[in-house]
């Protein structure tokens, strides 16, 4: 379970986020909903521990990111709008490397490596080196990447992005298979089609702020918008950022 | 489990091991140094020990006319090879081979103008290309000491004492001695011996920060449950490593072909032996762990790839002042060089080569003069990964 309550981050004289509050349940797909610029990025930097807050509590799975990273990292899998591969070396070389980062060796390692790559339907790419990989290949190794040491927590930056059918599929049946492990997922996506058909909960943020939590059906009935999108751009605000 | 520290490490090195060219260029380096100082060195002493070794060879044309003249020459240890009547072209061709060093050729007229005490003309044909410059100006003198003779005994023939040609008498000492005049080439040569420490880890130094950055795998890495000391050991040590095994195979292949070619030739010693040459390595691997450890500083932030190699191939220059300056000013070797790195390196090598004993202090010195800065900046990179600034800009 991830709880945030009241966070406020600054740089300088720019809020960034200035008060987001929320409880992503476990065993749910949260959807994290927000124009470009509405603070996503600095909202799950913090959430890592990687940014330090100026005010509020988080708490995710009982561990404050700010007082033990490590423990809260272990079981945290973080996929971000930035996946760099190494290119010199195999998806494997690259599952390894970030396995063994998190704790893992030897022949546990070897058979998480294969359940991953069958989850994603990635056994054709796994002894490749991923230099000239395309972006469906790419999101496939991070997310491969994300999944591999079982974390309880995931916290997704638009993982579907650049992924073909077959592979949106793969994605969603991962997804479910999380969810029915009791693991607490937070993605943060644009494509209200993907938020009506995986996500129970969904989290409206703009400007730094939490405009809106509940399901879709819940954000529709509250603004009295049929349709999500509308109701989307209707909390938000406004029309613009939207990708 | 394997520590943290060590899998960032071979990651690290196994990535930049993968790049061939990148490899390739770096043995280039660390085989092309040693060669080089070799083949100056060999090319020096073969140079010098040439003249006494095949002495000089002259080829006179008309010889016959001048019996004495030959004689003279073949005293001094002159090879003459006596010719008949040449032609210019002949003789150029003959000079192109490289085999002598000039051609005499006595005149027509040379016996009836000597008899008649008119001047005899001898021509000296020679190419100022070749390198034969010592050994031309040493047929001068031969040639100049037989017009003198005759001179001496035609003033006596005349009752004039031949002390009146020699109003002042000439005596040259030069104490400039072969050693002295290639100590400090050689200790130019020997400096160099540790720049690989500099070369070997800059690209792996540069691809593992800045590049990564710039490739945008960064952010994910640095949220791994693994402290930003760990992540930047791991590469900074992976860099090391290059180094340290370039620059200690480069000490090992110099020391050989140091030991290997006469030195003594040209009044030059090196009295450095392999138990030397081992603590000499010892010595020197902290150089590589700070070289490495500036480089990771200083490329972690940079804005961009490309700022970050114009950065350390600068700063890759720096260590090479200290011992230009030392070298330039001509000091003598003091304490305090041994706490300026690389200088210190520089010295130790250069004082072992000379004495041989120097006792544990420079070692010591040595070691530590990079040891502890090294540490100082590795410590300020992680401390700098771990702030907030920093993560602002991955």
Known sequence: MIEVHDVRKGFGAVQALGGVTFTAQDGQITALLGPNGAGKTTLLRTLVGLLRRDHGTISIGGVDPEKDPMAVRRNIGFLTDQ???????????????????????????????????DLLGMDDILERQTKGFSQGQRIKVALARTLLHRPRHLLLDEPSRGLDVMSTRALRTALNALRADGCCVIMATHVMQEVIHLCEDVIVIAKGHTVAQGSPQELCRRTGIADLEDAFVSLVGTEEGIA | MKSKIRVVFLKELRETLREKRTIGFLALMVLFYPLLIGFTLHQLIDKSTRTEREGLHLTVIGAAKAPTLVAQLRERNVTVNESGPMTPEAIGELLHGKKIAAVLRLSDDFTDNYQAMRPARIELWFDSSAESGPQRRELDEILQAYSSNIASARLLAHGVSPVTLAPIQLQRYDTGTNASRSAM?????????????????????????AGERERRSLEVLMAQPAHSWELVGGKWLASAALALVGVTVVLILGHAILKWLPLEEIGMAWNLGWGGLLLVCLATAPLALLASAMYVAMAMNAKTFKEAQTLVSMVMLLPLIPGMVVSFMDLKTAQW???????????????????????????????????VPALLIAAFASWRMKSEKYVLGV
Request: charge should be negative.
């Open chain 1, 83 to 117: 996946f760099g591969l190494y290119e010199r070396l195999t998806t494997r070389e690259y599952l390894n490397y970030f396995g063994e980062l998190n704790g893992m060796d030897g022949g546990a390692l070897r058979t998480r490596i294969g359940e991953v790559s």
């Open chain 2, 185 to 209: 080439m050689i200790g130019g040569l020997i400096g160099f011996l540790f720049f690989p420490a500099f070369i070997l880890c800059m690209s792996s130094a540069v691809d593992s920060t």
């Open chain 2, 337 to 371: 060089m041994y706490l300026v790195p690389m200088l210190s390196n520089q010295t130790l090598i250069k004082e072992l080569a000379k004495s041989g004993d120097i006792g544990a202090l420079p070692f010591v010195l040595t070691f530590l003069c990079a040891l």
